[in-house]
T-cell receptor
């Protein structure tokens, strides 16, 4: 079957580090995307992993383990503007399977 | 380069009516995907069009249909609207198509309310 799981909600403090996990199960898996969606706005691209390992992009990093069907998004030096939903999406042949999103609240 | 545009942005319809939503992708993008987003279900894939052909379809009833024109613009239609169809409908365009390494660019969405 096809399934993606990620926590519904997380809370962290400004300046801290937070890790958002995502597990997936999908046939014909190609790669794993992470998107950020602020309330009332459209999702915007954050990262893409196709090979195992860590991809770093400034304060954001994303990790993928294909054998474990597991990915995480790591956000460092959290800022208030990072309060948003984070969506992971597994891609396969002609398809994107999105998780329901993790709502991150950053507290001052 | 202009982003993905969707019209209308907001729509209120009555149960039983039908609705047509429009999406214009980023210039040069040939893939257009449609999603339904609700608070409880997240982003649910409706269908994807590439070069005027539907390449993939999600698990939605036949009341949901779509098409793509030669200029890559796409429309989706929902007939016999139900209260549960109230949602944000997002369109996303991609350079090549879903399943590959190309990210999707989302439009602002159409907020449909069915009363």
């Amino acid at each position: 079957g096809q399934n993606i799981d990620q926590p519904t909600e997380m809370t962290a403090t400004e300046g801290a580090i937070v890790q958002i996990n995502c597990t997936y199960q999908t046939s014909g898996f190609n790669g794993l995307f992470w998107y950020q969606q602020h309330a009332g706005e459209a999702p915007t691209f954050l990262s893409y992993n196709v090979l195992d390992g860590l991809e770093e992009k400034g304060r954001f990093s994303s990790f993928l383990s294909r054998s474990k069907g597991y990915s995480y998004l790591l956000l460092k030096e959290l800022q208030m503007k990072d309060s948003a939903s984070y969506l992971c999406a597994a891609t396969g042949t002609y398809k994107y399977i999105f998780g329901t999103g993790t709502r991150l609240k950053v507290l001052a | 380069k202009a982003g993905v545009t969707q019209t209308p942005r907001y729509l209120i319809k009555t149960r039983g009516q039908q609705v047509t939503l429009s999406c214009s992708p980023i210039s040069g993008h040939r893939s257009v995907s449609w999603y339904q987003q609700t608070p409880g279900q997240g982003l649910q894939f409706l269908f994807e069009y590439f070069s005027e052909t539907q390449r993939n379809k999600g698990n939605f009833p036949g009341r949901f249909s779509g098409r793509q024109f030669s200029n890559s613009r796409s429309e989706m239609n929902v007939s016999t609207l139900e209260l549960g169809d109230s949602a944000l409908y997002l369109c996303a365009s991609s350079l090549v198509g879903t399943g590959g390494s190309y990210e999707q660019y989302f439009g602002p969405g159409t907020r449909l309310t069915v009363t």
